[in-house]
């Protein structure tokens, strides 16, 4: 079924690009130099397409760096939260070897009678 969507959403993609690349393969000169128009220190002559995908694709790339750096505190939070825990498992399976089982405890983990459990105070 995702595979469906997926191409019922890539096919269109990927005929728009098609006509767009094929609309547009004229040459066309991408200048670096601001200050000598008519001859530019730098310059790259290429079809306008390519020059569109590689915009294109540096903004995705740019954009997917930017996610990346600004994901950085839920990032760290969750590896703190990761390790406090693993501290507190640790902690919790050393206590258990130290715990005496009670006394009055029958089958299962249940209390033989109510009055050998211990009420807590209710919260304030």
Do not use: H
Not at 47 to 61: C, D, K, Q, R
């Amino acid at each position: 079924m995702i595979r469906f969507f997926k191409g019922l959403v890539l096919l269109p993609v990927a005929v728009v690009v098609v006509a767009l690349a094929v609309a547009n393969r004229d040459a066309v000169r991408l200048s670096f130099d601001p200050f000598s128009p008519d001859m530019p220190v730098f310059s790259v002559t290429l079809p306008l397409y390519a020059i569109l995908f590689i915009a294109v694709g540096l903004g995705v790339l740019l954009g997917g760096c930017g996610a990346w750096l600004g994901q950085s505190g839920t990032r760290r939070t969750s590896a703190e939260r990761r390790r406090e825990i693993r501290r507190l498992e640790g902690e919790t399976a050393r206590l258990k070897t130290y715990a005496p089982p009670p006394a009055n405890e029958g089958p299962n983990g249940i209390y033989r009678n109510a009055s050998d459990r211990v009420a807590l105070p209710a919260p304030r």
